[in-house]
């Protein structure tokens, strides 16, 4: 077993990582020339100084470190002289770090990285979307040197994991932990606008409501079965995906807490977890973590640079994104019992079905396999649930109708407390400003 790990660029996470068998860990800047597949209000602030150190730090406790340069869409600004300029000042400052590898989704900048970096190995993101033989085949013609294949689309897919196991000779990589919905319709988009987030030149500078991620998570809240019919691979399950010849697991997320990064690590390692599935697989509503952790520590100055933005949003209307973000345990730890529980281990078996047919083309209201195992191994606070949905339909009201950015007569309801004038709707409407 080979595990990829996310980091948070704290140094305890290295030294935690020496007792398992990882080999590797992943992350990058918040913006860069290229962006990546996190926000930035989502990454914790990284100067280079400090990302150099940290991976001469994982160098020196035999762990190589893994750039991420996996935008799905750089907006053509890779083949001009400026962006030119721009990719390559930042691949030559990553060798001169130490940097093992970098991971990219363009074709074009696997060519660029492996003609003008040599000294670079070059892996191929989940985002580049190789869930079939051809693909691989294809990736590995160009150069790759490892392929992380499309979770959404490949992971309940056993038969065809096997065959592009087979149909190629570079290393494969799985993720394992991520929870979005298997096969999801959402996902184009997602990738690209994530990818527009996280790059420095960007006209938005860093601004970004994560529309996919909401729709995804109250999709999830409204119907339980979604929680499974997703794309985790359970530790338990992992000898399985061994058996099909993988070896090289990639475990996120970026900027969780130490403790539960160390927690997940640990549950991969032993292929074992006792628990609530949700510790290994959603990026929030963390238990057993103290509010003065550096997760939490976000104060006025990450508010002002990544959400007070009146020039591109109505910043009253912001605030029902922050009511959700607090009831949903996004912005503090959990103190009590957890309003949504997948108990793991009552998804003992639950893969067996995936060893005879995948999801491809399959109809789940017929199929209702996701159904019973959600139906024993899923509990959820009714009153939360409430709570949480209403304020859903609040963010999508104002997201839908248009009062998320203006004043728009006849929208939303009537003796609305956060509808606001109209001329704090107008205010610093020049559609570039910070505020």
Not at 4 to 14: E, M
Not at 121 to 127: D, E, I, L, N
Not at 145 to 161: P, T
Not at 394 to 412: C, H, I
Request: glycine share 10%.
């Amino acid at each position: 077993m080979r595990l990829s790990v996310a980091t948070n660029f704290d140094p305890a996470l290295v030294e935690a990582m020496r007792e398992f068998p990882v080999v590797e860990l992943f992350g990058k800047l918040r913006e860069d020339a290229v962006g990546g597949g996190r926000a930035p209000y989502q990454l914790a602030r990284v100067s280079r100084r400090r990302l150099a150190a940290h991976v001469q730090h994982a160098r020196r406790s035999g762990i190589a470190f893994n750039y991420l340069l996996n935008a799905s869409c750089l907006g053509n600004r890779e083949m001009t002289r400026a962006g030119q300029k721009e990719i390559g000042e930042l691949a030559g400052w990553l060798c001169d770090i130490g940097v093992a590898s970098v991971t990219v989704s363009s074709p074009y900048l696997l060519a660029l990285i492996k003609t003008r970096y040599p000294g670079l190995k070059v892996r191929v993101s989940v985002f580049g979307g190789v869930d079939r033989v051809r693909k691989a085949q294809m990736w590995e013609e160009m150069g790759a040197d490892c392929i992380v294949l499309d979770s959404i689309l490949v992971n309940r897919e056993l038969a065809a994991l096997e065959r592009i196991r087979k149909s190629v000779r570079c290393d494969l990589e799985l993720l394992v932990n991520n929870n979005c919905l298997s096969g999801c319709a959402l996902s184009p988009m997602h990738m690209n606008a994530l990818s527009h987030a996280g790059q420095a030149w960007h006209g938005n500078r860093g601004f970004f409501i994560d529309w996919c991620f909401l729709r995804c998570a109250g999709m999830k809240l409204r119907d339980p079965v979604n929680y499974l019919r997703s794309e985790w691979i359970r530790p338990e399950d992992l000898p399985v995906y061994e058996g099909l010849g993988y070896d090289l697991f990639k475990i996120a997320e970026r900027d969780i807490p130490t403790p539960l990064m160390v927690t997940r690590v640990r549950a991969y390692a032993g292929r074992r977890y006792e628990g609530n599935l949700l510790d290994l697989v959603q990026p929030y509503a963390f238990r057993g973590v103290r509010e003065d952790d550096p997760y939490y520590r976000r104060g006025l100055g990450w508010i002002v640079r990544f959400f007070l933005r009146p020039g591109l949003v109505n910043p009253v209307r912001m605030l029902l994104l922050k009511r959700l973000a607090d009831l949903c345990h996004m912005t503090r730890p959990l103190a009590e019992e957890a309003p949504v529980y997948i108990d793991n281990r009552a998804l003992d078996g639950f893969l067996e079905r995936f060893r005879e047919s995948g999801c491809r083309d399959v109809d789940c209201g017929e199929c209702r396999w996701c159904h019973e195992f959600a139906r024993k191994a899923i509990r959820i606070d009714d009153a939360y649930r409430a709570r949480v949905l209403e304020a859903y339909e609040e963010v999508f009201r104002a997201l839908d109708d248009g009062s998320m950015w203006e004043y728009l007569p006849g929208k939303g309801r009537e003796g609305d407390p956060l509808l606001p004038r109209p001329s704090l709707a107008g205010a610093g409407d020049d559609g570039g400003g910070e505020g």
